[in-house]
């Protein structure tokens, strides 16, 4: 009797979620009713989505933890800065995709399945708004697989090439390979301590009855699924291909928002689960089952080293794209290394500027693909004359995504070092500085292609409507913006910080 | 001493070593001459038609998992159906949203056309190279089998 009393008052925390769910399901209903008129799905999908924003925004200030059973203090759901901070980074990401898609060429193709498509983006959006609230082991694999089943079909939606299946094959098996660990890791600590929620785990770590060893063992598994979706080095292997073989619009979606609640799950995991106590400068002291922060470091240089080096022969900008997003996993993986609320102010700031460049840089490449069927970067000759406002605006993305000074990017790294500098950890911010010069290799050969290679016969002039042309403008001029002009951004992270401790 | 685990452990021991030692202490002792017949794979005595990697239709899956959907609700609604009175309007209602939820799937399903079973109209092929193809699979297997 109590536990469901308990429940009903905890609705209150969840009305965004309702909201997007009863979104999902209209969806589904427009697609049954008005079979022929599909036109109107995203619009309903768009003020779904506003509306759930709103309420996001409406419980900005709120803190609180939601689904508690019986007497419990702690449940199954926290409501707190740091999950609506994430909340609304999947939103605008959400919505951006779904004016993307009305841009690609592959999903107007697959006009007749639309209502399918709209309805698995928001499935996905649904299951990463439970990841980052999530603070219980249960709730965390349900969202987890949630977001996972949607986006394993959404990878080879299109159904339009072999490698369109092959992504999503792949990414099937490793997805399922890494949540059987997952689960199999979760059972071993429900068994270990009779409880899954991360409070209580908290708690009787402290106590500390619980043999660390098999606690250790289990945790390791629990970072396969979790390193997986944020595609961490050594779980990277599928990101390249699952990225090069989906719909670019679905390659966006992966790059930002799944690794965004990827990585909001794994901070808020290790924060609520192993903190003993965070002292007033804001460093996190961490339960000695392992060496938490050599950890995080050997992983984060090894996935942002993989992740440039691999980059650097791709000619594909698609999975040049993918590579650089798995080097950018590891600088954000190095805020979180550092500790401490400032690292965490870093990794906030930075992935609310990685939302923007890189989501602006996979556009321009749809509307350039949707144009020469390509992403070769061979077919990218001389594209900087032709088509100056796609060829500027790319310029920008990729100077931002390399993290030099006019450009937004610049700002994200440069809190990002200056969290590592004064955490002492100069070794490593040396590191990581050379793998951006590493990057900028990259990065700019494509602006080697664009601008210093003359056009030849086959280089084509992309000319974007008006409606795409809003959109560039959109993304380019908060990343110019940023970089000057970055107090709100900041400002906003730093309110958000907040993440529901006992 | 062992614990509960152990035991368990020397019982997953005892199975694979008496497998393995059952498979070569077989191997040892028997007469060994094969023939053609004995390597082929069994089918009911039936000599073999074609390859095993024979194409399903893709809607007995669709029907299964049809099935399964409803089976598994099945077994949510009983412990429902046994304690909602005790919940007053709003266990009540939980039960109506979900059988409303996958009474719409339903209708996706039933309106897109997955629960009939008619053979869709076959697309044109070009039967040239259909043919080429098929006499290849033939010999193949013809070829496979003489071997």
Redesign the interface.
């Known amino acids: 009797?109590m536990d469901?009393s308990n429940i009903?008052n905890s609705i209150s925390f969840v009305i965004p979620e309702i909201a997007l769910s009863i979104t999902i399901?209209l969806t589904?209903?427009f697609?049954?009713i008005f079979?022929k008129d599909k036109k109107i799905i995203p619009y309903i999908v768009l003020v779904g989505l506003l509306v759930t924003g709103y309420f996001v925004f409406a419980q900005m200030d709120f803190a609180n933890f939601g689904f508690t059973v019986g007497d419990e203090k702690y449940g199954m759901f926290t409501l707190d800065g740091f999950s609506n901070y994430f909340k609304i980074i999947i939103l605008v990401t959400t919505i951006i995709i779904i004016f993307f898609s009305s841009h690609s060429n592959e999903i107007i193709k697959t006009f007749d399945r639309s209502g399918e498509y709209y309805a698995l983006l928001l499935g996905m959006a649904l299951g990463m708004m439970f990841m980052v609230s999530a603070s219980d082991l249960i709730l965390i694999y349900l969202s987890v697989e949630l977001l996972s089943l949607s986006s394993y079909v959404l990878t080879g939606f299109t159904k339009l090439s072999e490698r369109n299946a092959e992504a999503s094959l792949k990414y099937l098996i490793y997805g399922s390979v890494s949540s059987g660990l997952m689960l199999f890791g979760i059972s071993i600590v429900y068994g270990l301590t009779g409880t899954t929620n991360l409070y209580e785990l908290n708690t009787l770590l402290q106590a500390g009855s619980i043999n660390l060893t098999t606690l250790g063992f289990s945790l390791i598994l629990i970072f396969v699924g979790i390193g997986y979706k944020i595609s961490a080095a050594p779980f990277h292997f599928w990101t390249p291909d699952v990225y090069e073989g989906a719909p670019i619009s679905i390659t966006a979606y992966l790059s930002v928002a799944s690794k965004a609640a990827g990585f909001a799950l794994l901070i808020r995991f290790i924060k609520t689960s192993f903190v003993s106590y965070t002292d007033a400068s804001g460093n996190w002291h961490l339960l000695g089952i392992f060496d938490w922060q050599t950890l995080l470091i050997i992983i984060a240089i090894l996935t942002m080293t993989l992740g440039n080096f691999s980059a650097l022969s791709q000619s594909n900008l698609k999975r040049m794209l993918a590579y650089s997003s798995i080097a950018h996993a590891g600088y954000l993986l190095l805020g979180l290394a550092v500790l401490s609320d400032q690292g965490l102010l870093a990794v906030l700031i930075y992935f609310f500027i990685y939302m923007i460049m890189n989501l602006g840089a996979f556009f321009i490449v749809n509307l350039i693909a949707n144009k020469i069927n390509s992403e070769d970067i061979h077919d990218y000759d001389g594209i900087g004359y032709t088509s100056p406002l796609l060829g500027v605006s790319l310029a920008i993305f990729l100077v931002s995504l390399t993290g030099l000074p006019p450009t937004a990017g610049f700002i994200a790294k440069l809190y990002l070092f200056i969290a590592l500098v004064d955490a002492n950890m100069i070794t490593v911010a040396v590191i990581a500085l050379l793998n951006t010069v590493v990057s900028l290799y990259y990065y700019v050969r494509v602006l080697k292609h664009m601008y210093l290679n003359k056009a030849n016969e086959s280089t084509q002039a992309v000319i974007p409507t008006l409606q795409p042309r809003i959109i560039v403008l959109a993304l380019v001029i908060p990343v110019l913006l940023f970089g000057i002009y970055f107090t709100p951004i900041v400002s906003f992270a730093q309110n958000c910080l907040n993440i529901l401790t006992k | 001493m062992l614990t509960e685990f152990g035991k368990i452990f020397i019982f997953i021991l005892v199975a694979i070593l008496f497998t393995i030692i059952a498979i070569y202490a077989a191997k040892l002792i028997r007469p060994s001459r094969p023939t053609k017949e004995k390597l082929d794979v069994y089918e009911c005595g039936e000599n073999i038609e074609g390859t095993p990697w024979v194409k399903f239709n893709i809607r007995f899956y669709v029907v299964a998992l049809i099935f399964l959907i409803f089976d598994v609700e099945v077994v949510l609604l009983f412990p429902w159906a046994l304690t909602y009175q005790d919940y007053g309007i709003y266990g009540f209602l939980v039960g109506i949203i979900f059988l409303v939820v996958l009474g719409l799937g339903m209708a996706y399903e039933w309106r897109k056309g997955d629960l009939e079973w008619a053979r869709p109209t076959p697309k044109k092929v070009d039967v040239k190279f259909e043919k080429k193809n098929l006499l290849q699979t033939n010999s193949q297997i013809n070829v496979e089998s003489e071997n």
């Open positions: 009797m469901l009903f399901v589904v209903l697609d049954l079979d």
